[in-house]
């Protein structure tokens, strides 16, 4: 097999770094990268924690350490979000700023008016509705300043 | 606020991404102070300034607006 040549190999080293640079510094790639592996371990011991306890009996300290599981999973999630927030370049923490404001004022503001909602006759809500809305509305924030700055 | 980055940059043949690079930014970041839409803070704008051998005044204009 015939290597490639110098000029190819420059071309495809410039595109791959091109690449790289779209999705920050190689810091933030690694940070994102520790904090997906957080999230995901939340959900899955979320799951798993989940269905445990709803199948199984099992009951007093071992069921509180069960679902304690993904909290300590959500703590490492939260952790590696914030050395991200930290270690990346400023443009990048005003979108996440952006971002989170959107959710954390979304989700207030939702629970804030689901009991008004309630009393009104709406058809009953409960706090996974609002963490599911701030989590949208957390993506669509980045999502919006992200086209804002592009 | 104008500056003369995306210049300075094309002075150099670097592209957008060797620049984030020497920046320790992302190349949106980079993107973003070019065209204007983001003004870089303090430590940044320094930075950008030693990169090009400038003064800040000499890379950002505050007194004009970036159309």
């Known amino acids: 097999m015939m ?13 791959l770094n091109t690449l790289r640079s779209c999705t920050g510094t190689a810091a933030d ?13 939340w959900a899955a011991t979320f799951l798993g924690a989940d269905w445990g306890l709803e199948n199984h009996d099992v009951q007093g300290p071992t069921a509180i350490f069960i679902a304690m599981i993904p909290t300590l999973m959500a703590c490492g999630a939260l952790w590696a979000y914030l050395r991200f927030l930290r ?22 503001i939702f629970l804030l008016s689901l009991v008004s909602l309630e009393d009104a006759g709406f058809a009953k809500l409960d706090a996974s ?10 993506a669509f ?8 700055y592009r | ?5 995306r210049i300075l940059r094309a002075e150099r043949d670097w592209t957008q991404a060797t620049l984030a690079r020497e920046l320790e930014v992302s ?13 870089p803070a303090l430590p ?19 007194g004009a607006e970036e159309t």
Not at chain 1, 3 to 15: F, I, K, L
Not at chain 1, 29 to 41: D, G
Not at chain 1, 141 to 148: D, E, I, N, Y
């Open chain 2, 44 to 62: 940044l704008a320094f930075k950008i300034a030693r990169l090009f051998n400038q003064t800040i005044e000499e890379v950002f204009d505050p």
């Open chain 1, 87 to 108: 270690e990346t370049d400023e443009l990048v923490r005003r979108i996440q700023l952006e971002g989170v404001a959107l959710g954390f004022g979304a989700g207030i």
């Open chain 1, 129 to 138: 509705d609002a963490i599911a809305l701030m989590l949208v509305t957390w």
């Open chain 1, 3 to 15: 290597a490639d040549a110098p000029g190819n190999e420059a071309n495809r080293v410039s595109w």
């Open chain 2, 1 to 5: 606020m104008k500056n003369r980055l």
């Open chain 1, 29 to 41: 790639r690694k940070n994102r990268y520790r904090f997906l592996v957080w999230a995901m371990a």
């Open chain 1, 141 to 148: 924030g980045q999502l919006f300043a992200t086209w804002r």
């Open chain 2, 27 to 39: 190349r949106q970041t980079v993107n973003a102070i070019e065209t204007g839409k983001y003004d």
